[in-house]
């Protein structure tokens, strides 16, 4: 059983070698704090894992050489795929059980009955983890893509147009008027791309292709600080290969 432990947001990792390494075994690899609850997670494929948080580092005697904390965005480069989505899935879970400790209809504590399933005992409500939906999308203009800076990132890369859906529209609709919002451009021929989960906190991505068709770029200044329509001989700093922003410039790219 592999034992996905995370610490204010860092997964604990054991160091094994010039490897890291989620921890197997019967037993946790630390002391479950008291009142804190081990999950157990299952993926598509049936594999099971489990998690629970720390809150102190006791059990570790201090993070030393044996023990490393990685940030789960970061773990993408250092541990397996497959491992990486347990860790997501994992922390989607944890984020969701401290989030859903009380019915928000009356109040009252809420039951765990199934793994992804708690339900008020007052009024029945059922919760389950919930999921926030974005859209992202590569906009091609002849032998260029549009690439914006988002106000939000941390570094100083280029990614793609997206934006969350909000009620009553289809993700077609959702594309449109980010797009429109965010860079005044209008764009034709949208193509589903492909999806992807996105665990910070909890989220799906899901990515479309579409082509320039008409409007020049006015920015959305409060979101966006640049953006332009750059060729591949000319790309900015582009986001990490774990993104699916990244997946669908490199699509382009292959194209070209």
Not at 126 to 155: C, S, W
Not at 176 to 187: F, Y
Not at 195 to 204: A, E, I, N
Not at 245 to 254: C, E, G, V
């Amino acid at each position: 059983m592999k034992w996905f432990v995370f610490y204010y947001g860092q997964l604990l990792l054991k160091q094994q070698g010039d490897n890291l390494l989620v921890p197997e075994g019967d037993e946790p690899p630390v002391t479950v704090p008291e009142g804190h609850k081990v999950h157990e997670v299952t993926m598509n494929d049936g594999v099971k894992v489990k998690t629970f948080e720390i809150d102190g580092l006791d059990g570790l005697n201090g993070i030393n050489d044996q023990w490393k904390l990685i940030g789960l965005r970061d773990s993408f480069n250092y541990i397996p795929l497959e491992d990486y989505l347990c860790g997501g899935k994992a922390a989607q879970i944890l984020y969701w059980d401290k989030h859903s400790h009380y019915c928000p209809t009356c109040g009252v504590p809420t039951v765990q009955e199934t793994p992804i399933m708690k339900k008020c005992p007052k009024c029945g409500l059922e919760m389950y983890p919930p999921i926030a939906t974005a859209i992202i999308v590569l906009i091609q203009k002849g032998d260029e893509i549009l690439l914006v800076h988002n106000r939000a990132f941390k570094r100083n890369y280029y990614g793609l147009v997206a934006g969350f859906l909000e009620a009553g529209e289809s993700l077609e609709q959702c594309v449109h008027r980010e797009v429109k919002e965010e860079t005044g451009l209008t764009i034709k021929n949208l193509q589903y791309f492909g999806s992807q989960t996105w665990p910070y906190p909890s989220g799906l991505m899901v990515g479309f292709t579409a082509e320039y068709e008409s409007g020049t770029i006015k920015l959305q200044e409060d979101e966006l600080s640049a953006g332009a329509f750059y060729g591949k001989d000319n790309l900015p700093e582009i986001p990490k290969k774990m993104s699916i922003a990244r997946k669908l410039i490199d699509w382009w790219l292959a194209k070209h």
